[in-house]
């Protein structure tokens, strides 16, 4: 089955800038989405088919993808981004959904 | 604005049962795709199952296979979520969460979470 991989957590400074990298086998071919969930609340939408970004997320949030590697970058960091964040994919072969394993993202 | 309210917390024993709903207001469930997640507690998020618009049929993943049924009643526009033959591994919070019918599209929106605690 396929399986995406993120660093358990990334640590950044306020206004500064976080990369949380999503890893996965050609993940470049497949579309990438990324949810950000706090403690006891659901997961949230923040950046769909790699690099778009549903209304009302701030514009500080931004995705890319290619080859082996997706990754979302909050850009002037801010203590309200204090999370976890998965990416997600389809996983084409099987129709199934997968998760990233989570990074857990430490504002300083 | 699709809105997903999620039945009450539930304490089940190890063997038992337990059917989570899912109630959709904003658009109908026709219109929609819903999926299942669960996350054990301090643990990442889990992909169970859904609706596959590509061929009209429900999907599990491999590891619930046997054990789980997603259903609908469109006639409420309620989705449910039975899972059997519980162990104190499932023990998490289950969401319900819905996506368009777009190829590879994401969960836009997601229930609030219902707690299942699977305890002798």
């Known amino acids: 089955s396929y399986v995406l991989t993120q660093p358990p957590s990334v640590s950044v400074a306020p206004g500064k800038t976080a990369r949380i990298t999503c890893g996965g086998n050609n993940i470049g071919s497949k579309s990438v989405h990324w949810y950000q969930q706090k403690p006891g609340q659901a997961p949230v939408l923040v950046i769909y088919?790699?690099?778009d970004r549903p209304s009302g997320i701030p514009e500080r949030f931004s995705g890319s993808n290619s080859g082996n590697t997706a990754t979302l970058t909050i850009s002037r960091v801010e203590a309200g981004d204090e999370a976890d964040y998965y990416c997600?994919?389809?996983?084409?072969?099987?129709?199934?959904?997968?998760f990233g394993t989570g990074t857990k993202v430490t504002v300083l | 604005q699709v809105q997903l309210v999620q039945s009450g917390a539930e304490v089940k024993k190890p063997g038992a049962s337990v059917k989570v709903s899912c109630k959709v207001s904003?658009?109908?469930?026709?219109?929609?795709?819903m999926h299942w997640v669960r996350q054990a507690p301090g643990k990442g998020l889990e992909w169970m199952g859904g609706f596959d618009p590509e061929d009209g049929e429900t999907i599990y993943a491999q590891k619930f296979q046997g054990r789980v049924t997603m259903t609908e009643d469109t006639s409420t526009d309620t989705a449910y979520m039975e899972l059997s033959s519980l162990r104190s591994e499932d023990t998490a919070v289950y969401y319900c969460a819905t996506r368009d019918y777009g190829d590879f599209s994401p969960f836009d929106y997601w229930g609030q979470g219902t707690l299942v605690t699977v305890s002798s």
């Open positions: 088919y790699d690099s």
């Open positions: 904003g658009y109908t469930l026709t219109e929609l795709s």
């Open positions: 997600q994919v389809w996983d084409s072969s099987s129709d199934r959904g997968v």
